[in-house]
């Protein structure tokens, strides 16, 4: 079955600490992105990757950081630097490309830190 | 920068009634594509349907249907025949030809009524 996993699903972390969310995709995209929402909000990007060891920030990346050393995975680390960190994160990926390629959803990371 | 609003937070329908879903965006690109994604209780981000901006006909899937408006950059959604498991948080999103990310709206939060 071919899909993007997240996890864990649930995630808490005391203050201070930096957590790293895990994103892994089987659909052999070759974009992949961090989205975080927050209640009664759209989804925001954090951080969006095209190629392996290459990735771009997006609208709200202070705080947050990625790597993308296999076209599998894309982690993202929670820093204690992020202000507000807690929230629901998406992970997703898409075909690169001409063409409206839809972006595939993971199941999402809710993350409370206290 | 792109922009995507949503003036509807929350929207309600009888069901097997039709609602429609507003959106309107901001670009300054001629060639783009508009999505709507459903995101039920699960929190899982679903595609319903998408339009090109180069095409004139509007996007249809089953009971879902788009009225794509260029010129007043409007992309509404139309949902005809409601069903229970049609209750969710819609979000409408943009992306331009050229690029891989989405921007996305707030959100309007559908409540169907036995």
């Known amino acids: 079955d071919g899909g993007i996993t997240q996890s864990p699903k649930y995630l808490f972390r005391k203050e201070g600490q930096n957590v790293t969310l895990s994103c892994e995709q089987n659909?052999?995209?070759?974009?992949m992105y961090w989205y975080r929402q927050d209640p009664g909000q759209g989804l925001r990007l954090i951080y969006y990757s095209q190629i392996v060891n290459d990735f771009q920030k997006g609208d709200i990346a202070e705080g947050y950081s990625v790597s993308r050393e296999k076209k599998e995975s894309f982690p993202l680390t929670v820093t204690s630097a992020q202000k507000n960190p807690t929230a629901f994160y998406l992970c997703?990926?898409?075909?690169?490309?001409?063409?409206?390629?839809?972006?595939?959803f993971g199941p999402g990371t809710r993350l409370t830190v206290t | 920068a792109q922009t995507v609003t949503q003036s509807q937070p929350e929207m309600s329908v009888q069901e097997a009634e039709t609602v429609t879903l507003s959106c309107t965006y901001d670009t300054s690109e001629s060639d783009y594509y508009l999505f709507w994604y459903k995101q039920p209780p699960s929190r899982q981000m679903i595609l319903v349907i998408r339009?090109?901006?180069?095409?004139?006909q509007n996007a249809t899937e089953n009971r879902f249907s788009v009225n794509f408006q260029k010129a007043a950059k409007s992309f509404s959604l139309k949902i005809s025949d409601s069903q229970l498991g049609d209750a969710a948080m819609y979000f409408c999103a943009y992306r331009k030809a050229s690029g891989s990310r989405l921007t996305f709206g707030e959100g309007t939060q559908l409540t169907v009524n036995p």
């Open positions: 659909l052999n995209h070759d974009a």
């Open positions: 997703a990926s898409s075909i690169l490309g001409p063409g409206v390629h839809e972006q595939y």
């Open positions: 339009q090109e901006a180069y095409k004139q």
